[in-house]
């Protein structure tokens, strides 16, 4: 596969999974979700809802209450563990993410079209040395990423159903977000949306 490098550390695979590879696994997540419902997660402090729901699968995943943002083992409204990685994902990453170990989360962010996510650093795991790997499903998104502080000047990029993006090295921890979800790009997803699907070493 041919990557792009936007940056030094950040790797863009472009239509990485084709419209089967991608059927199979919407049909993943879709299973997954069934044993652990998005949630929504809210700020800390302020309890204000993200637009985004969200789930995960492996051994740990990502939360967000008013208590903080955290990985814990099990799901925050039904307390069961989360459901594993699915194979295809786990494949997925030993290809391209450079790294010796599997990932031991995987966040699932669901956008319906009118959800954005804000400027954001992933910081919360313990390890930098690993990269994120992110997966695109469904519609399209307005991607927008700087540096690691907030506020610098910033660039975007227009992220596809089947595109895999990998934040390493120099770009681990940059801030990034979702500006908007461009409607009617994708036929992948019923109702239309867009799934993020992000492969982590939390520990
Ligand atoms: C999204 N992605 O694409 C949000 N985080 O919906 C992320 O927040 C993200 O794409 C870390 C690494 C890669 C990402
Ligand atoms: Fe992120």
């Known amino acids: 596969m041919t990557a792009v490098e936007i940056r030094p550390g950040l790797h863009l695979y472009k239509t990485a999974l084709d419209r089967a590879a991608q059927e199979t696994l919407r049909e993943n997540i879709r299973e997954i979700l069934r044993e652990a419902p998005l949630f929504q997660p809210v700020m800390p402090r302020t309890g204000k809802a993200f637009s985004v729901r969200m789930s995960n699968c492996g051994p740990l995943g990502w939360v967000s209450d008013r208590a903080g943002y955290r990985y814990q083992p099990e799901h925050p409204v039904t307390a069961k563990p989360w459901p594993p990685i699915p194979e295809t994902l786990l494949r997925l990453w030993r290809d391209l993410a450079g790294y010796p170990h599997d990932p031991d989360a995987c966040l699932i962010n669901y956008y319906d079209p ?5 400027a954001h650093q992933d910081v919360d795991e313990q390890d930098f040395d690993a990269p994120i790997l992110s997966v695109s499903l469904g519609c399209a998104c307005r991607f927008r990423f700087g540096g690691e502080t907030r506020g610098g000047s910033t660039q975007s990029l227009v992220l596809e159903s089947g595109d895999v993006l990998i934040f390493g090295g120099p770009a681990r921890k ?6 908007r979800i461009l409607a009617k790009t994708s036929t992948l997803l019923d109702p239309p949306g867009r799934i993020n699907l992000t492969l982590r070493r939390a520990r």
Not at 114 to 118: D, E, N, P, Q, S
Not at 174 to 179: L, T
């Open 114 to 118: 009118a959800a954005k996510m804000g």
């Open 174 to 179: 940059m801030f990034h977000g979702v500006d």
